[in-house]
């Protein structure tokens, strides 16, 4: 699993590792609240509100760089197509 991760980070796979940490601190202090909440369940409730904004962080920062993205990529093929354009009006 580590040496999955070094090969994410050298890859420059950014978004893979995020999606990772989120996973991780939401399982992590899913497992946290659930073990609180056999000594006290009110206090054990209330830690499950680092999972669930954990899992909405996570959720808001895949969807936020899928439109990044997305609009990157748009951004580059018109100014592919400008450039094509271009070299097609000099022949």
Sequence with gaps: MVN???????N???????EIAYFFVTVLSFVIAGIIALFSQSLGVSVLIIPLI???AGV???????LVKTGVEYLISIKEKKDDAKKTAKK
Excluded: G, P, S
Excluded at 4 to 10: A, F, G, M, P, V
Excluded at 12 to 18: A, Q, S, T
């Design 54 to 56: 954990a899992l909405i």
């Design 12 to 18: 420059k796979n950014e978004l893979k590792l995020v």
């Design 4 to 10: 999955d991760i070094i090969k994410l980070y050298k």
């Design 60 to 66: 808001m920062n895949i969807v936020t760089w899928a």
